[in-house]
């Protein structure tokens, strides 16, 4: 596969042909670099100051909650971008650490060339809308998370905010009093949730850690309410 076509699998040139792509390379500085397995690519906190497209290999994101002892990690597989939501509006830093899983290639670009980019083709522009408009979307399932729901759609809820479309090999690692307090359950509501997700085979746990077996999260059902 060449670099055009490597480029244009890429989530947000999605629609955009090769000869698109290799006209674009001619104007606006496109940043390639090789990160080696285990290399840190983004630490938490960070600002994000440039579009991080993954197009070959994959990486871990680690998603830490502050002044708890809880994380979420999970990983993306090439072609994908990387937390593309933060390039723009009032909190542009990092909430999660990226690791290459193994030899991974980026392309970058400065969010200054991105824009001169959207502003080149309007399919760029609709790319980015639909990206954002899924990541909102995901957050607001969990900002309406509420008291009726069960367990197990709070659950789901949680991690459907920091856990990306197209995520695999999930795991949650965790403190239940932590945990339990995060999702707003009682440590009894939250093992019998677990339980009956263990039962379905979407996951496996132990006192520690969560481990889904779902490629991503489900969506919480309407009208999942708790018994």
């Given at each position: ?5 490597q480029i ?35 630490t ?11 197009v ?49 290639g ?6 200054r ?10 399919i ?15 957050m ?14 709070k ?43 263990a ?15 779902i ?12 018994n």
């Open positions: 596969m060449s670099m055009f076509e244009a699998c890429l989530p947000l040139f999605q629609g955009v042909s090769t000869e698109r792509i290799s006209r674009l390379v001619e104007k606006i500085p496109f940043h390639f670099i090789k990160v080696k397995s285990g290399e840190t690519i983004v938490a906190g960070t600002r994000c100051e440039h579009m991080r497209f993954l070959s290999g994959s990486i871990r994101q680690v998603y830490r909650f502050a002044d708890t002892k809880v994380t979420v990690a999970c990983n993306l597989n090439a072609p994908d971008v990387i937390g593309a939501e933060f390039l723009f509006g009032r909190n542009n830093y990092y909430p999660f650490d990226v690791i290459a899983d193994n030899d991974a980026l392309l970058l670009l400065t969010k060339n991105y824009l001169a980019m959207i502003n080149s083709d309007r760029f522009l609709f790319n980015i809308l639909n990206l954002l408009s899924g990541a909102a979307q995901r607001s399932v969990v900002n309406n998370v509420t008291s009726v729901m069960s367990p197990t759609s659950l789901k809820a949680f991690l459907s905010g920091v856990v990306p479309p197209g995520a695999v090999n999930i795991v949650v690692n965790y403190v239940m009093r932590d945990l339990c307090g995060l999702i707003g359950v009682s440590r009894q509501a939250l093992m019998t949730a677990l339980e009956t997700l039962t379905d085979r979407h996951l496996t746990y132990d006192s520690n850690s969560i481990k889904w077996h490629t991503e999260c489900d969506t919480v059902p309407d009208g999942d309410l708790e």
